[in-house]
């Protein structure tokens, strides 16, 4: 059984930043890919970012220079460091484990809200 579990969305100024934190509890195999999704009203969902336990990333282009995903294995925890927010970037930002990159994740957390002002 893997949980996730999100925190640190909110309401920011666009060139703000925001920090979003995730736990993650389960196996190695299990949480080895820990990312980041968004979906936005209207929108499909899209891969923000991941990181794999040995720590190769992945961006989306929209977010590249402003996004850092990071991990901290020993405490299976990932962190999405949000700098120069656009209003864009609004949307409920879910964390998402699983065991291979290739593949969509099968766990997720709750999300939640970051709203960036204009």
């Known amino acids: 059984q893997v949980h996730v579990e999100e925190s640190g969305g909110g309401l920011v100024q666009a060139g703000g930043s925001l920090r979003l934190s995730c736990a993650a509890s389960?196996?190695?195999?299990?949480?080895?890919?820990l990312g980041w999704y968004r979906q936005a009203p209207g929108k499909e969902r899209e891969l923000v970012a991941r990181?794999?336990?040995?720590?190769?990333?992945k961006y989306i282009d929209s977010v590249k220079g402003r996004f850092t995903i990071s991990r901290d294995n020993a405490k299976n925890t990932v962190y999405l460091q949000m700098n120069s927010l656009k209003p864009e970037d609004t949307a409920v930002y879910y964390c998402?484990?699983?065991?291979?990159?290739?593949?969509?994740?099968?766990?997720w957390g709750q999300g939640t809200q970051v709203t960036v002002s204009s």
């Open positions: 990181i794999t336990r040995a720590g190769i990333t």
């Open positions: 998402t484990a699983g065991p291979n990159k290739d593949y969509d994740p099968p766990y």
């Open positions: 389960g196996s190695i195999f299990s949480t080895n890919v």
